[in-house]
């Protein structure tokens, strides 16, 4: 395997993609939203239990590649436990780590596996699905939130 | 006798090394791999001679059609023109004027939905579609259905992904206006039985459109002998120029239907009280149109005539067929679309592994597939899959590289596995 290739498809994304951590609906949850990439016809469901302003727990369902699915894996790890409002603050962490130039802020922990996405503009949608759909459920606006 | 026909037809049989030297886009590697592409079913490759007469068309006769007197406009007017016939010829249309040019495929299908659908179909009446159509041919028809208050009938596919027939049969009733009908299924590469189903239509006085964007590479077509109403194809999956597209329809329903873009060239008269419209073709052809577009289409056309549609369809059934026993040895490899006449499309899936990774992977590997829904949702929730992968095959396309395209299929497993 070259290794263009796996920078792209790091064992960690490998591992999330194959056993996605925190699959599955969320009976406590009180805050859901959908999200799509009609480019693909992916989609997520996340559910997230907010309480006192912190993610309690989340968890996801659907069908993606292994891009979408271990970005979704992680995320659910990565917020979990942490200030609602901190999500947002991550997911722009991110969002520049899979489009910038590079530099990212030190929060992003295990995330930075994701770097090698950077190269291939058509998966970094499959990267954000999972963060931008995160983000309307905790939002709360209810709408299905699309990659386009 | 032209320098594409000499070329080629001094090649005994179907060459396809011979063919390949042609395009020069496959002296090329792509992530240190020979470029392998089998994305023909999105877009087609262009042959030198193809690249030059639109070069050539710019460096030496361009000017606007249908204006000036000067030499350069009676020159592109000329070139512009004789696509025309060229196109004629290539479909067996029965007269020139019978040959709209428009921007492709779907701007065709458009055009038919506006103007002869916005005058034949109204409230309370039926449109026929399959549901193996390609996006554009379908909401087209919704849009008009949506403003007339029409409703639109599915045609639907078998297990294997052939049109059900019997089911397409009962479709017809008294409010029937239109059926719109993929030639070959872009999704599945089914190749469909339209002659025998035009018969079907017109025993119920119905007309019919089929959708030929992935058929005319492919197969010849022959509209007088299949009998439709309407047909429409691009340029650019037939080797020629994107942007330029196709539609012929019968003299007798062109005349009858209102224009649907209004513009200059296709008036005959303006005045503000009222206008009057050209006759067809001109009719439906408003504003400047790619011009070189249509220069490079004869070019394309001229090209694959001299290798023969006859010999690449023989050619490319052959590989098709090869690909098809080759990715069938894949454990957990299942192919959508297995009816028993296709063309170029090897649609699959992959157990457990999304085709966005798999069209990844290969791309390491130089190897161009598509992987997605292919504009064609309906056809993926009819297999309950997401998307697929798809490999379609050209004229350029090998054994060789299809031996590749399942080495790299053994890597995605494994990977994935």
């Known amino acids: 395997m070259s290794d263009d290739l796996r920078e792209l498809y790091q064992e960690v994304i490998l591992d999330h993609g194959r056993k996605p951590r925190n699959f599955g609906p969320l009976e406590e949850a009180n805050r859901h939203a959908d999200g799509y990439n009609p480019l693909c016809g992916d989609q997520v469901q996340v559910h997230v239990q907010v309480e006192d302003g912190i993610v309690r727990a989340v968890r996801f369902e659907g069908a993606g590649c292994a891009i979408s699915t271990a970005s979704a894996s992680l995320m659910t790890q990565a917020l979990t436990g942490k200030p609602a409002d901190e999500a947002k603050e991550l997911f722009e962490e991110f969002h520049e780590l899979v489009v910038g130039d590079g530099h990212c802020g030190d929060k992003l922990g295990k995330l930075v596996v994701f770097a090698g996405v950077r190269q291939y503009p058509s998966r970094v949608k499959c990267a954000t699905l999972a963060w931008h759909t995160v983000q309307a459920a905790l939002d709360d606006d209810g709408q299905e939130v699309t990659t386009e | ?417």
């Open chain 2, 1 to 417: 006798m032209n320098a594409v026909q000499q070329a080629v037809s001094t090649a005994p049989g179907f060459d396809v090394e011979r063919v390949r030297a042609d395009f020069p886009i496959l002296r090329q590697q792509v992530h240190g791999k020979p470029l392998v592409y089998f994305d023909n079913g999105a877009s087609t490759q262009k042959p030198q001679v193809v690249i030059d007469a639109v070069s050539d068309f710019y460096a030496h006769d361009y000017a606007n059609i249908h204006r000036g007197v000067h030499t350069l406009s009676e020159r592109a007017t000329a070139a512009y023109e004789g696509t025309r016939d060229r196109v004629r010829r290539f479909l067996n249309a029965a007269d020139k004027s019978e040959i709209i040019f428009t921007c492709g495929t779907t701007e065709a299908i458009n055009l038919v939905a506006q103007s002869f659908g916005g005058q034949k179909v109204g409230a309370g009446d039926e449109i026929i579609l399959t549901g193996m159509e390609h996006h554009s041919n379908i909401v087209p028809w919704q849009l008009l259905a949506e403003r007339v208050g029409a409703t639109i009938k599915v045609v639907p596919i078998t297990d294997d992904g052939a049109l059900d027939l019997d089911a397409y049969a009962g479709l017809f009733g008294p409010r029937t206006r239109m059926v719109g009908l993929v030639h070959v299924s872009n999704a599945l590469g089914t190749v469909n039985p339209v002659q025998s189903m035009i018969e079907t239509a017109h025993a119920h006085d119905v007309p019919v459109l089929l959708d030929g964007a992935q058929a005319v590479a492919h197969t010849p077509v022959d509209v007088q002998a299949l009998g439709c109403d309407f047909y429409a194809f691009s340029g650019h999956k037939i080797y020629g120029p994107s942007g330029i597209g196709i539609l012929y329809g019968r003299r007798e329903l062109l005349e009858a239907m209102p224009p649907w873009q209004g513009g200059g060239d296709m008036i005959t008269t303006v005045a503000f009280e009222e206008s009057t419209y050209a006759a067809p073709p001109y009719r439906f052809e408003a504003g400047t149109p790619h011009i070189a577009g249509a220069i490079g289409l004869t070019a394309a056309l001229d090209y694959v005539d001299a290798i023969g549609l006859p010999a690449i369809a023989a050619y490319e059934h052959e590989l098709l067929a090869y690909a098809t026993a080759a990715v069938s040895e894949l454990p957990g490899l299942r192919l959508i679309g297995t009816a028993p006449e296709k063309a170029s499309i090897l649609s699959f899936v992959l157990d457990g592994i999304h085709p966005h990774d798999i069209g990844t992977v290969l791309d390491f590997d130089g190897i161009a597939i598509r992987a997605g829904h292919h504009c064609a949702m309906p056809v993926m929730t009819r297999f309950g899959v997401a998307a697929t992968a798809r490999a379609s095959i050209g004229i350029y396309n090998t054994r060789a590289e299809v031996d590749a395209l399942v080495v790299g299929l053994r890597k995605v497993q494994e990977m994935f596995g």
